[in-house]
């Protein structure tokens, strides 16, 4: 990539997040709740496209914008979906990033979620297009047919020290 769309980006740390007490299983069926601590460990260490740092690190994703409703089966960013903040508001790699987390948790979660993912509002200037593109079926799924695509995804999704 020639140029940068954000050449200086803000580089937080990494944030100690609080260690899960063992627990135990809930309902009848025997399965482990999954909780937004949960989705934030899966999603925190993937590595922004242009830069060679975390979501995370750069604000992209925090666990205060991940909404879970373990019994409906549903993944959600605050209030209604998992949320995601590009570091500029014309960020191009916004689509890239939201894809990246869908794939991961595709990659992870029981089938029985459903995962919403949106950008923070305000966040973009094509906000609504973004979201379009990210929760719509048909065109995840084309997506991922493409083999460049995949393997950029991949690549993000190895993390820093992949």
């Known amino acids: 990539m020639d140029q940068l769309i954000n050449p200086a980006p803000v580089v937080h740390e990494r944030r100690a ?16 709740a999954i909780d937004a601590l949960e989705i934030f460990e899966h999603i925190r260490d993937i590595t922004d496209p ?32 998992v949320q995601f903040t590009p570091t500029v508001e014309h960020c191009s790699m916004a689509t890239l990033i939201g894809l990246c987390i869908r794939v991961k948790l595709l ?13 923070s509002p305000g966040s973009h200037a094509s906000e609504a297009a973004v979201n379009k593109q990210l929760n719509d079926k ?15 995804v991949d690549r993000c999704l190895t993390g820093p020290e992949g």
């Open 17 to 32: 997040t609080a260690k899960r007490a063992a627990r135990g299983v809930e309902g009848e069926d025997g399965r482990e």
């Open 50 to 81: 242009e830069h060679p740092y975390t979501l995370e690190q750069l604000s992209v994703v925090t666990e205060d914008h991940i909404d879970v409703n373990d019994g409906g089966g549903t993944v959600r960013q605050a209030p209604r979906v």
């Open 107 to 119: 990659r992870v979660l029981p089938p029985r979620f459903k995962v919403d993912i949106k950008l």
């Open 138 to 152: 048909e065109r995840v799924a084309a997506a991922l047919e493409n083999p460049a695509l995949i393997q950029t």
